[in-house]
């Protein structure tokens, strides 16, 4: 038909075979070739078709490059109603994974057989939009509305074997997949089989109550996203209409969604995560060392959860702690993360045991003789770091990997305590290690390229989202929290109280408050950083009396119970506190700061573009390679909501202008030391550019 889709006849069968890499996307080109393949097959002599993909999946979904670009006919929706309409049994072989588009194209064939191992699903509204060919129509009349609701709102794929229980799968074979569709086809068109048509079938009636629970779930799974109640709105309109009338509605819903701010704020992070696993300046075929076996030093909650990540991903951690006690103690953290994941279901037990299996414990550095990497991960303090360094030299084979996990310290430091330099690099993991996606991987001044490649490579082993940093105090999340840590402390003194700041930033959209963030993490922790630093050196003190005074009184923030906020001993539920307003209200007076009112959009504006304004400094800098790297940091490591696409794409969606108008204004209001505009982003206003040209200017 064209480049990308081949038709063949094949005794009474048309074959039509997309092949358009890496993931047969639905480009125009390909809903141009099966349009005239579903056309051909018409014409031609054969009693059925078969429609299977080469490569390594069926139709991954419709092309994402092609969005918010004019339409190109033909528009997927109608290529699928006309493959419908077909007189001719169409049957989808699907290996791989079918999703979006490419599964709708598949529930718009008459019969659907599936490999073993292959995936289907709706990821659409991971991209802040809904299935808009057809599927919130035809899933339902397959599958029933629950299981509609529920893979559509997920996103998640399934397993063939789960959608053939649902209904959406006719056959799942082992083995051959090209055959056995053949095979199927002919199998039907001998047994008088008739083209079978999802939009034909009724919706089986459901009770209206399915639609009010999914809406309670997304309003606190999804909150603040548009994309989850129109999903809801198009089952139930398939409910309720005829199919068509339920596609036309669909499709208005889809259009609103393709315009919405959230979709290209969520198709920006699907290309700034697969980007950021791309390192500026080094090829693809840059050698990657083996890895098979890890060292870690230090057996605390970080060091226990790294030990996890590799254990869950097959690879096997020896586990270093300075001595039985130590040792134990952080064998017995893992043990019980372990039991916890098996209650909750997200392990089988058997899995569990494996994974822990895979941990060993020691009280020397011996152990570590033979591994190909190590990370340490024990507390901040620069001279034991070093002093582990120097050690891990003298004891690890040539060759292996010395990583640091520290979240502040000089890698570049640290590496000169070796005699092998190059070998050296920063994982930053988050808390808690195992669970958490991000990872900044800290490129030191002489890490090879080979090692960086290595640790990227082997960060998507261990399923975690790799974003690459230069050397810098707090790298590239932790330096820029604390410009909004910073602000969230001023708000408070100068007007607010933990409540009300909090409030501001989720009701924007972050996960947690920033109060109450500082409260998980432990007052004493930036107490006592600031405490080892001269008077001169702890920056504004408006900024920190509050906390200095929470800590001297024993308030340490969730551990004690108390801090901010106070804690329920058993339920750890969070409550306001009288006291602390009133610690507040005095440390102002002490300060002489007059309070005042203090809205929800000051307190938003200063604290996101405090993130804003440094996140353009370390882009200056080359911390950060690209605008998009920083926000994949933000979204997987700080709570940052994503369909606001992280601070960089923010700053660009509300215009660069405004952005750095409104920073002039707090610099006008509050002083050019905390509020001086990054020279990039005065650069850019002046030239009247943003960041998504960014690409192309690099
Ligand atoms: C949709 O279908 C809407 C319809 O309902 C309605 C329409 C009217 N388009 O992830 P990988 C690229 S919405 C364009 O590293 P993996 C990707 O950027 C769509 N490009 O591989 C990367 O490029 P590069 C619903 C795409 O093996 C390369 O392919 N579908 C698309 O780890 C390899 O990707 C989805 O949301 C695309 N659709 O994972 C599915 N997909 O090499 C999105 C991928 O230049 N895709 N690329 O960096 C995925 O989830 C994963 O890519 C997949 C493979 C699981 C398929």
């Known amino acids: 038909m064209n480049d990308v889709v081949n038709y063949v006849i094949d005794g009474n069968l048309a074959v039509v075979t997309v092949n358009n890499p890496p993931v047969n996307a639905l480009s125009q080109a390909v809903r141009q070739g099966l349009l005239e393949a579903i056309r051909a097959a018409a014409q031609d002599d054969c009693k059925a078709v078969v429609i299977h993909c080469d490569g390594r999946t069926f139709i991954a979904g419709a092309d ?7 339409h190109a006919e033909p528009l997927l929706p109608d290529l699928l109603n006309e493959i419908e309409a077909s007189d001719k049994i169409v049957v989808a072989a699907l290996h791989g994974t079918a999703l979006g588009g490419g599964f709708e194209t598949a529930l718009s064939c008459h019969y659907r057989i599936a490999l ?42 399934v397993a063939a074997e789960s959608a053939a229980n649902l209904g959406l799968i006719d056959r799942v074979v082992d083995d051959s997949l090209l055959d056995e569709a053949k095979r199927y086809a002919r199998e039907l068109v001998e047994s008088g089989a008739r083209p079978r048509r999802a939009s034909e079938l009724q919706v089986a009636q459901a009770d209206a109550t399915i639609f009010d629970a999914a809406a309670a779930v997304v309003a606190k799974k999804a909150r603040g996203q548009t994309a989850p109640p129109r ?25 609103e969604s393709m315009k919405d701010p959230q979709s290209a704020a969520m198709r920006h992070l699907f290309f700034a995560e697969r980007e950021a696993a791309k390192l500026a300046g080094l090829s693809k075929d840059t050698p990657k060392r083996e890895i098979n076996s890890i060292g870690i030093i230090g057996g605390g909650t970080m060091g226990g959860g790294i030990a996890m990540s590799f254990a869950n991903a097959g690879i096997p951690v020896h586990m270093v702690e300075i001595n039985d006690e130590a040792l134990a103690r952080g064998l017995s953290i893992i043990d019980g993360n372990y039991a916890g994941s098996v209650k909750r279901g997200k392990l089988s037990e058997e899995r569990a045991t494996q ?19 190590v990370i340490e991960a024990v507390f901040e303090d620069p001279e034991l770091k070093k002093e ?3 050690k891990l030299d003298k004891t690890c084979k040539q060759g292996a ?33 195992h669970i958490m996606k991000l990872l900044e991987v800290v490129r030191a001044e002489k890490t090879a390229d080979e090692v960086l490649a ?49 409030a501001a930033m989720v009701g924007w959209g972050m996960a947690m408050g920033p109060i109450s963030v500082a409260d998980l993490a432990g007052l004493d922790v930036g107490y ?59 440390e102002a007076a002490a300060l002489g700061i007059a309070r005042r009112a203090i809205d929800a959009e000051e307190i938003v504006d200063r604290l996101i573009y405090a993130l804003v304004n440094e996140g353009f400094r370390i882009l200056e800098e080359g911390i950060a390679q690209r605008p998009g790297d920083i926000d994949v940091v933000y979204i997987y490591g700080y709570g940052f909501p994503v369909w606001r696409g992280g601070p960089m794409h923010y700053a660009d969606a509300v215009g660069l202008d405004r952005v750095l108008a409104r920073i002039n204004e707090f610099r006008e209001r509050f002083g050019e030391h905390h509020w001086t505009p990054a020279p990039l982003l005065e650069k850019l206003v002046g030239e009247g550019r943003g960041l998504a040209d960014w690409a192309e200017r690099a």
């Open 401 to 433: 990997i010395l990583a640091t996990n520290t979240s502040y310290q000089d890698v570049n430091e640290i590496a000169k305590a070796t005699n092998r330099r190059s070998d050296v690099l920063g994982m930053h993991f988050f808390s808690p290690a």
């Open 454 to 502: 290595t640790v990227m490579a082997l960060a998507k082993r261990i399923r975690k989202v790799a974003v690459v940093s230069g050397v810098c105090y707090g790298f590239i999340g932790n330096r820029m929290l604390q410009g909004y840590f910073r602000e969230a402390q001023l708000c408070l003194v100068e007007g607010g109280t933990p409540e009300s700041v909090d």
């Open 64 to 70: 994402i490059t092609e969005f918010g670009k004019p």
């Open 116 to 157: 073993e191992g292959a995936k289907v699903g709706f990821p659409e509204v991971k991209l802040g939009l809904l299935p808009g060919a057809g599927g919130t129509q035809r899933v339902p009349r397959l599958a029933g509305v629950e299981a509609a609701l529920d893979l559509m709102l997920n996103g998640a794929p």
């Open 231 to 255: 999903i809801i709105e198009c089952v139930r309109t398939a409910m309720a209409t005829s199919f068509a009338d339920g596609q036309k509605r669909e499709r208005e819903l889809f259009t």
């Open 355 to 373: 994974c822990r299996g895979l941990i060993t414990g020691h009280t020397n550095y011996a152990a570590l003789a033979d591994v190909d990497l």
């Open 528 to 586: 006592k950083a600031r405490q080892a630093l001269p008077e001169d050196e702890r920056g504004d003190p408006a900024a920190y009396r509050v906390a200095d005074v929470l800590v001297e009184a024993g308030r340490l923030g969730q551990k004690s119970g108390k801090g901010f906020y106070i804690y329920d001993p058993e339920t750890r539920k969070q409550s306001p506190d009288a006291e602390v307003h009133e610690i507040v209200e005095r």
């Open 388 to 390: 582990i360094f120097a």
